[in-house]
Structure formats: structure tokens, C-alpha cells
């Protein structure tokens, strides 16, 4: 009986790929220590931050993986995914949103009024990107905008107001996640085409797909930079996003239009990597300048 509980939680948390939570928790705790520089820092609202980040995601994920359900049974890349194999069932994946919407609900509670009331309109953004594909290419643009809601939204968590800082941070954050969900996304260039799914790949080419990318992290580095400024950070945290610049860089060396081959590489270890490094170097900074 044990077995199969935690077998199916290992289902629940592979469909929802929770190991990639690394990508998007650190822009929240960054959000989050640059917030407490103006106000006091509470180990309760990093908690109910990082139950309300794990849990939007899940949703976000979760509601992903139903939608696309018939579109990942027909493709080789992910018909053996948790649902389109039998592993989990539509039920269960509705149970599991519900369930972690609620959860996401009683966090935002917990860390104020508004966080509540906003609530409703951040799954609504998370859950609509799934979406997007069907009817626009800008489906990366719209993913990434989803994504790089965290730190904004903790800062209002933690704040109580909205202030250009954080949406810079969002900013790096929406074009750093486009830039690779398109390299991601050449992948499936003739599947979507086949299927009349939307993409950059698929409207302009994976060649050019590819070059739009590369826009977009250099356009990542940028924003990368205006943060540093506008936050008043050091050498420390300049020196940290020279090395990231460096590593989309290196990422963006390692897909050709002609070799794919390597773009689980860029995807997983690279992007795990920009965004702990991204936190890190923030936190150094501000310790070193305390």
C-alpha cells in the first residue's frame, strides 16, 4: 500500500517535473531579500512564499499536462508522459489541481489580504499560457511573462506595493525563459507544424528561431545589468552576471539549426545553473555590503 502511495506521489512530481522548480525559486527568493532591505525580514513570509511558488507551479504544470494531453499522446517526444501512458488519469490530475490551488489560496492568505485577492488572476496566467500554442507563436513570450511573475509577486508579498525593481528582475526572467523555451520548442518544429500548433519555430524556421533567441538572452544580459544598477549592487553581483552572460553564451553555442542534439544539455544543467547563480550573486553582494 506504501509502495504504491509513494509510487504515485513519484508520478505526481514527475508529470509536474518538480526538480525544474529550480529555475523559477530563486527569482522569488531573490525578489525576496532585495524586498526585506525595505522591510523586516520574516522567515513566515519566505514559508508561505515557497508554498505559494511551489504550488502555483504545480497548477501551472499540472493543468499544462491535461490540455495537452492528446497533443503528447501523438508525439514521440512525450507520449510517455505520466498521463498520455496511464500512469496518472484526468481525474487525478484535477484532484491534484484543485488540491494545490487551494493550498496556493491559503498561502497567499497567510501572506496578506490583497496576495488573496490577486490570487484568482496569477493561476489564470499560469494556466492560460497552456493555451497560447494553439492560437499564437507568441507562446514563448506569454510563458515567459507567466514565469517572471514571481519576484514581483513576492515583492508585493513582502512590500505591499509594486516598484520598478522587481519588474526588472521579471524582465530578465520573461526574456531568459522565451530565449530557451524557443530553443526547446525546435524540438518539436514539425510535430507542431503537422498539428497546426503555434511556435516561433514553426512560423519562422528553426534557423531564424534560433537567432530570435539569442536576441532575447542578449536582451536577458541587459536587464541583468539594469538590475544591478538599479538595486545599487557591487562588483560582486556585476561579477556574477558576467558569468552568466558567459553561460547563455556558451548555451546558446550549443544548439546549431542543423544539430539539435545537445538542447537537453542547454535546457537542464545550463538554466539550473543562470538561476541559483543569479541568487547567489545577490546574496553575496548584500552580505558583503551589510
Known sequence: MLTEIFAKIGDFGKMVKFSHSIFALPFAFTGAILAFQKSNFSLTKIFWVTVCMVSARNVAMGFNRLADKKFDAKNPRTANREIPSGKLSSLETII????NALVFGFGAEMLSRLCLILSPLVLAILCFYSLTKRFTWLAHIFLGF?????PTATWIAIVGEIEFLP???SATILFWIAGF???YACQDFAFDKANKLYSIPAKFGIKNA???SRVFHFLTFAFLVSVGYVANLSYVYFSGSLVIGGILFYEQSLVKFDDLSKINKAFMDLNAVISVLFFVSVLA????LG
Open 285 to 288: 553582494d548584500l552580505k558583503l
Open 167 to 169: 519588474i526588472l528582475i
Open 181 to 183: 523555451d524557443i530553443i
Open 96 to 99: 491534484f489541481l484543485v488540491l
Open 146 to 150: 507567466a514565469i517572471s511573475l514571481s
Open 210 to 212: 534560433l537567432v530570435i
